[in-house]
């Protein structure tokens, strides 16, 4: 919840994280100055003998993101949608965000309204979908120690091969965070020779460059670079905004496996704007109000290695580290002139063994592994001359989580099999600080221990070689933040580990030109961990009383001729509170109904048309538990493009919102603080309405 006054600029998403008033509704201090560092190996050579790539799926049948391993996507005790190559392409989006929107049940909500701090939601999880729902980038996570959302926009189209989603709890095999589900965005491993130039300009001035190269050679090394520049004023007034990202990567691939190292550095620049007013938005919704700026840089460095270590098993395993930056100056009304400033660092480590088993009704595959991760986040605020007057808060926190897991799929007739997996984590966590506001002074100094594990077992039949049939119970979990356990109000919060039960059954046909998939599930969490303020406007982060979500997800694609694809997804979530105070009330912004419908024609070789329409149902505002200010009410936004080829050239052009639909997708129920006492109203962050994209681009192979 936020401030509101209707005669003045105001600041909802106040960046001040320690207030918790941002990282309550999921806005991330993305992005930061470099923070030089290196991973702690004693040399390069030693690093890839204990790190690994994600073993690799060549086709649409083959998933790795089930098992962390390639496997035929028919045989997971779950459904995974499949966003492949050529539907980014066909789509003509400019990053991953738009890509996301259309697929698996995935509810995309812009925050500011300008594109650059987004929440990815599943199965009802509302505003803490951005920290119940992984987003992974070839098996390394992108999720923050802190509430802040990962940057989905770090990663280039141009690299992306395919990404997976699973839909449902993944605790076994990911651990904390796999709640809802897991996005897998699994980048292009260097192959061939192939030389992509682009540039593309659009609406609100923007402009965007791309470029990259990647080739092999006959000694067994391969390499791939990318570089790409954007930039843009944004839909609002003074909401500038500019990204620079640099990527290259090195493979080495031997009779027995392949080992590799790479490189990513993004920088970004960009203002985001406050939310506004009912009477703001219908009196200019492009107005500015308040601000945000963001502007640092993220790098990250890995190594890997995939092994054969015997004739049915293999040895994969990497090694990470990212180190984040940022410094981000704010207004609002609550807390004046602020400044915040973030550093984190993550270091993890994957190793795992995979065994292809043979066994008298077909071959068993085995995962046994360990995710290490080590935590480093630093945090210091100052601001004045707000609302809640003069506040500091400086907090240093390292922490460290430990997992163990096992899974394996049994084939106990040939055409049923039996999965079943277990993990055991435990954190470990150290505080320092101190915090001083108007509510008084705080110590910060204190630790966090805990442990929870989590059981799989799932079983699938086929019912025929086209058609599957599964159920499946799944646990998961997810600790409590670094940000969650303290801030300058409330100094240090206890909190429990949330822990969940996630049931599904479903049945799945696929085919060469059709396929269809029903999903229905029900998902019940104790300690669900979330935010909400009270009647003075301040934030605390507390475990909800037990909720439950139920629901059912349909996908299917047809190819009724060789120039006309047509898909759609429907998904359907009754998410609510089944205990405590908020007894029977929906979860806040937690559509019930989702939907998207999308074609693809090739009247010829050389020209394709796309085409999309989106519907998202109405929902509660973010952090309305009492659900007294009504549902905000749903919206359909229509999209297309079109492509055509020349020799090398691909000229692309997309229309966005066709209909210029005028919408809100982020409401933050707030309050007003122009007259005492203070009464709860809205605040709205307007999406953009129609807008247009034109790239070319030139291909050498």
Not at 129 to 158: F, H, T, Y
Not at 264 to 278: D, G, I, P, T, Y
Not at 437 to 444: I, M, Q
């Amino acid at each position: 919840m936020a401030d509101v006054d209707s005669s003045s600029v105001f600041q909802p998403h106040q960046i001040l994280l320690v207030t918790r008033i941002l990282l309550a509704r999921g806005c991330a201090l993305q992005r930061g100055k470099l923070m030089k560092k290196t991973i702690l190996a004693a040399s390069v050579a030693a690093a890839l003998s204990l790190t690994q790539t994600t073993a690799f799926a060549e086709d649409d049948s083959m998933v790795v993101t089930a098992s962390r391993f390639s496997q035929e996507a028919i045989k997971s005790p779950s459904h995974i949608s499949i966003i492949t190559q050529q539907q980014v392409n066909d789509s003509g989006v400019q990053n991953v965000t738009e890509l996301l929107r259309s697929h698996g049940g995935i509810q995309i909500t812009d925050t500011f309204g300008d594109g650059n701090l987004t929440i990815v939601s599943m199965r009802g999880m509302g505003e803490t979908g951005v920290s119940n729902v992984l987003i992974i980038v070839d098996g390394r996570k992108l999720n923050n120690p802190d509430i802040s959302a990962p940057d989905l926009n770090s990663i280039s189209l141009d690299n992306i091969e395919r990404i997976e989603i699973i839909q449902g709890s993944a605790g076994t095999l990911y651990g904390d965070q796999a709640v809802a589900g897991v996005i897998n965005i699994i980048t292009k491993i260097p192959s061939k020779r192939h030389l992509h130039v682009a540039a593309g300009m659009g609406s609100y001035d923007k402009e965007n460059y791309a470029f990259s190269y990647s080739d092999t050679f006959d000694n067994g090394f391969s390499l791939r670079f990318s570089a790409d520049d954007s930039q843009s004023d944004g839909y609002r007034d003074d909401n500038d905004k500019e990204r620079t990202q640099y990527f290259g990567r090195v493979d080495y691939t031997h009779d027995s496996g392949n080992i590799f190292v790479e490189y990513q550095e993004v920088e970004n620049s960009f203002l985001s704007r406050a939310a506004l007013s009912n009477a703001q938005v219908n009196s200019d919704r492009k107005q500015a109000a308040g601000f945000i700026l963001f502007d640092g840089t993220t790098s990250t460095r890995r190594a890997g290695i995939e092994q054969k270590i015997s004739k049915n098993w293999t040895l994969l395993a990497e090694l990470t580290d990212r180190d984040f930056d940022n410094e981000s100056p704010s207004q609002s009304i609550s807390f004046g002139t602020s400044l915040t400033t973030t550093q984190r660092n993550v270091t993890s480590l994957t190793p795992r063994v995979v065994g292809v088993v043979p066994m008298s009704e077909g071959k068993a595959l085995i995962t046994v592994g360990a995710d290490i991760e080590d935590e480093n986040y630093v945090i210091n605020n100052t601001s004045v001359g707000g609302f809640f007057g003069a506040s500091d808060f400086n907090n240093k926190q390292e922490r460290q989580i430990y997992s163990g897991y096992a899974r394996a799929s049994i084939p106990l007739q040939k055409q049923t099999t039996l999965t079943v997996g277990s993990r055991y984590s435990e954190i470990n966590a150290e505080f320092t600080g101190a915090a001083n506001s108007f509510f008084g002074s705080s110590n910060l100094d204190s630790d966090f221990d805990d442990n929870v594990t989590v059981f799989e077992i799932g079983l699938i039949h086929m019912l025929s070689q086209n058609l599957k049939a599964y159920i499946r119970r799944d646990e998961n979990f997810r600790f409590a933040k670094t940000n969650e356990l303290a801030d300058v109000f409330n100094g240090l919060t206890s909190l429990d580990t949330q822990e969940g039960v996630s049931i599904e059954t479903g049945v799945e046909w696929t085919d060469k030109k059709y396929s269809l998939a029903l999903n229905v599930f029900q998902l019940d969490i104790k300690d669900e961990i979330g935010a909400i303020t009270d009647s003075f406007g301040s934030v605390f982060n507390i475990n909800f009383d037990d909720t439950r979500r139920r629901g059912l997800n349909i996908e299917g694609q047809a190819k009724l001729s060789d120039s006309f694809d047509i898909g759609g997804q429907y998904s359907y979530v009754n998410a609510e509170f089944t205990q405590g105070a908020f007894n029977n009330n929906d979860i806040p912004f937690a559509a019930n109904h989702q939907a998207s419908i999308f074609g693809t024609f090739k009247p010829n070789k050389n020209l394709q048309l796309f085409a999309e329409a989106l519907y998202t149902g109405s929902k509660y505002s973010i952090g309305d538990f009492d659900n007294t200010l009504g549902k905000r009410g749903g919206y359909t936004v229509f999209n297309a493009a079109a492509s055509y080829i020349i020799n090398a050239f691909t000229v692309t052009a997309r229309i966005n919102n066709i209909l210029d639909k005028k919408y809100n997708e982020n409401t933050v129920n707030t309050l007003d603080f122009s007259s005492f006492p203070y009464n709860e109203t809205l605040a709205f962050s307007p999406s953009p309405e129609r807008n247009f994209t034109l790239s070319v681009a030139y291909d050498l192979k």
